[in-house]
């Protein structure tokens, strides 16, 4: 399949080919926020079910970000060697199978295990999307496309806890596993028929471990790339704490129920998408760095307001509305970190090494989303609780902005690197 159609006589991406390619990537990224959210209001469920204790439970939303890093470092680089469709048509088609496994599980581990391998396998959309993006856009231009992908991106964990719990009404929590094996195969479809090939055999790599080596190595002791990436990384495990304890905290400590998580979630992930498109709006009248540094900000100015609600004892009816206003405006805040951050981050590479530019960048993100938002599990109950989170969330939104400044300011006292 040509790559003919994404762009006009003059170079440009036409509207058409822009849309639609927002469309295809937005599926294909779609499906690991989509694995991580739909099962969320589960949760009490599945403990119950398979006998666990909370803990338990979300190793299985630990697995999965572990599998997404480890994925992303093998998936990336392959598609710089082998081009971008067949990786993806492998990793979709072994998310498929992962989905339909997990509804037979008998305990905790085994749901945790094959998490680990869905989130291998769907490491392939997020990784490559990315890379696609490169192969194809420049600078504001991806900056641009990647805010616009972000809000089709921001349907899957908009509507996945809500699609989550209205399928907990019509049977076990399995059904959510059921839902992700088809949507992975309609990612398999969306991938044959609409994705063209965007690297050229010419610029391909073979695929060399020693040579995979000094590429990782070169792009980590590349601080305009390694800066923004770390930003990136911490910045998520703010995000991630919200997303693995705040469906125990909120129906634990704050009695909500199912339905009434999904759309506390679903109000607060809008806010996400809401900032994306401000973000976008913003290009080519505010700089990168500056989008990104007021995201930073602002996004720690929630966080030490929900540090102040859990010190004060937060309590009674208005609760939950308290929170979903503090985690509104940090989602909002975040929606102006993420695609700033990854477009100076991936920009910072030539094409040549985006798969494997944007493998180590997930790799991170998720591992470091993963590791460190399961601390805010580190109580003296073994539950998370509003206080645990505030902490853990506004320790790594501070060492995000650290990084951020310091990568900043090395970059306006070094010069630009030929071929960055």
């Not at 093998?74 to 339909?100: E, N, T």
């Amino acid at each position: 399949m040509s790559a003919g159609w994404l762009r006009s006589e003059s170079g440009s991406v036409p509207r058409r080919s822009f849309v639609l390619l927002v469309l295809v990537l937005g599926t294909l990224t779609g499906v690991g926020p989509l694995a991580t959210d739909l099962y969320l209001p589960a949760f009490p469920e599945i403990a119950a079910d398979l006998d666990a204790q909370q803990a338990q439970i979300q190793l299985t939303l630990t697995a999965m970000m572990l599998g997404l890093s480890l994925g992303q470092l093998v998936i990336g680089p392959l598609s710089d060697a082998l081009g971008r469709r067949g990786p993806l048509l492998v990793g979709f088609a072994v998310f498929a199978l992962a989905s339909f496994a997990c509804v037979l599980v008998p305990s905790a581990s085994a749901l945790a295990g094959l998490r680990f391998v869905q989130g291998i396998a769907g490491a392939s959309g997020a990784v490559i999307a990315r890379a696609v993006v490169r192969d194809v856009f420049e600078g504001d231009e991806a900056a641009r496309f990647f805010s616009r992908l972000m809000l089709v991106t921001g349907l899957a964990p908009l509507l996945a806890p809500v699609m989550g719990a209205q399928l907990l009404r019509v049977g076990p929590w399995q059904l959510s596993f059921v839902a992700l094996g088809l949507l992975a195969l309609v990612s398999l479809t969306v991938v044959s028929l609409w994705l063209p090939e965007t690297l050229p055999r010419s610029v391909r790599r073979p695929f060399r471990v020693a040579s995979l080596a000094r590429t990782v190595w070169s792009l980590v002791r590349d601080v305009r790339f390694i800066g923004p990436t770390l930003t990136l990384g911490l910045a998520f495990a703010m995000l991630f704490t919200y997303v693995s304890s705040f469906s125990f905290v909120s129906q634990s400590q704050f009695g909500a129920s199912e339905q009434m998580f999904a759309l506390m979630f679903a109000v607060n992930t809008a806010g996400l998408m809401i900032g994306t498109q401000v973000n976008a709006y913003l290009i080519g009248r505010v700089e990168t760095s500056r989008r990104l540094a007021g995201g930073l900000l602002s996004a720690l100015c929630a966080v030490g307001v929900l540090g102040a609600l859990a010190l004060g004892g937060l309590s009674g009816p208005g609760s939950l509305v308290a929170l979903t206003c503090v985690f509104f405006s940090m989602m909002l805040s975040l929606g102006f970190v993420m695609p700033n951050a990854t477009t100076l981050a991936i920009s910072s590479q030539v094409p040549a090494v985006a798969g494997t530019a944007s493998a180590l960048m997930g790799s991170l993100q998720f591992a470091l989303g993963g590791g460190l938002s399961s601390m805010a599990g580190w109580t003296a109950s073994g539950e998370a609780s509003l206080a645990s989170m505030a902490v853990v969330m506004g320790s790594v939104g501070l060492a995000s902005g650290v990084v951020f400044v310091f990568s900043a300011w090395w970059r306006a006292r070094s010069p630009v690197r030929s071929g960055s």
